[in-house]
């Protein structure tokens, strides 16, 4: 991977300035690093990790597995994107195995995520089964860990 891009991966909250002494190259040629990158699509957002739980927010996260049947001629990319463009959608991704489609929604209460699965979800035409999963607890959340650090545990050594 480039070097800039897996550093922006690692922390997008580095600045130009900061970015361009770690890799030894100007801010300007950073910055126009950036803009391509940005314009090709290889960066598509910049996102804070927030802990929920410490601002409060009681949100209630499901996984689901779709089980779908491919359309003719879009296969399953047109039904992936036609549920992936609900508001509730966190992200949608094609798997293998046992179902087709992994579905992580978000909702200000459990009768919003199962609204959004019985009356959005299952009735789209080509989906053909739901399984929901809710989240009960994160622990690491986009590499992150959502835990405050443990203090030292170990043991301390007598001489």
């Known amino acids: 991977m480039d070097p800039l891009l897996k550093l922006l991966a690692s922390d997008a909250s580095l600045s130009a300035s900061q970015l361009a002494a770690l890799l030894d190259l100007s801010e300007a040629d950073v910055r126009s690093q950036i803009k391509q990158a940005e314009q090709s699509r290889m960066i598509l957002g910049y996102r804070a990790v927030l802990n929920e739980e ?3 927010r009681d949100l209630v996260r499901a ?3 779709v089980k779908i049947t491919p359309e003719r001629g879009g296969g399953f990319d ?11 959608v966190r992200s949608c991704h ?3 195995g046992g179902y087709d ?3 992580e929604v978000e909702g200000s209460n459990l ?3 199962a609204a ?12 053909l089964s739901t399984a929901t999963h809710f989240v009960l607890r994160a622990y690491k959340e986009q590499g992150v860990m959502m835990a405050d650090a443990p203090a030292d545990e170990r043991l301390a050594v007598a001489p």
């Open 63 to 65: 996984v689901i597995e």
């Open 111 to 113: 009768r919003e995520v």
């Open 54 to 56: 410490k601002l409060g």
């Open 94 to 96: 094609l798997m293998s």
């Open 116 to 127: 959004f699965v019985s009356e959005k979800l299952s009735t789209i035409q080509g989906v």
């Open 101 to 103: 489609l992994l579905v």
């Open 78 to 88: 047109k039904l992936a994107e036609r549920i992936a463009k609900y508001a509730e």
